[in-house]
């Protein structure tokens, strides 16, 4: 079954569900708080449920949409077209990098595509240093993920990577009502507030990554096997770790640990 919202054909395979509840709109313009000072990006704009009223605040924003439709009515809109600057391109491969102004920061938003959005956002954690912060719809199940704590399901990679680099706040849920078309689940707004000095960084983020996708891959597994490949269970009992332990039982700390004490090892 097709949607058609403002004369657009919504295309499943780019994951469209268009905002159209004026006052969560507001709500969502009202927490990015947007100023002339930053520079703004908005990822996905589509039909401009969020570029209108945004750029009723600002005189300027970059817009990063993949739609070639969706980027034709933007150029064409006159009303819009000159105060945008807009790039037809795919934020999956985005050299997000380009934005940098010195002495200006830059703030990312959208409504993500939630076929893409674990994948989105580990992309943009790659350029972590150059975001004040990022504001993101998504569906709610994905951002219970980013915010987990250890001991819970929904605790896994995506929350140890979320957690490393940013603040990460859940401030304001949306239900499917609010889009067409309507989507099956529920959907929510994170904040994430990238750390300007990580506490307590690993040496290897690749190696942080690797271990956190090789433990949780077997998330069911107790660590003496899930970290098998990585770790003797003699050298995890040597670190404090109780062999018993789940993966989900790890704090952000413990992996961070973990990936330093990998990194030693191939030094050796």
Known sequence: ????????????RFGQNFLNDEF????????INPSNEDVLIEIGPGLGALTRPTLDKVSHLNVIELDRDLVTRLKDDIKLSHKLSI?????????????????????????LPYNISTPLIFHLLTFHSLFLDMHFMLQKEVVNRMCAQPNSKAYGRLSV??????????????????????????????RLLPFDKIAQPTKSIKLLEKLTKIAFSQR????RNSLKSLFEPDELISYGFDLKLRPE????????????????KQKI
Do not use: W
């Open 1 to 12: 079954m097709s949607f058609v919202h403002n004369e657009h054909k919504a295309r499943k």
């Open 24 to 31: 969560i709109i507001n709500s969502i313009v009202d927490l």
């Open 87 to 111: 790039f037809e391109a795919d934020a999956l491969t985005f050299d997000f990098s380009q934005f940098y102004e010195k002495n200006k920061k830059v703030r990312v938003f959208g409504n």
């Open 161 to 190: 990577m979320t957690q490393y680099f940013c603040n990460v706040t859940p401030v304001l849920e949306v239900p499917p009502s609010s889009f067409t078309p309507q989507p099956k689940v529920d959907s929510a707004i994170i």
């Open 220 to 223: 069911r597994k107790t660590i």
């Open 249 to 264: 039982n790890l704090s952000v700390e413990n992996y961070i640990y973990l990936s330093n004490k990998l990194f030693e």
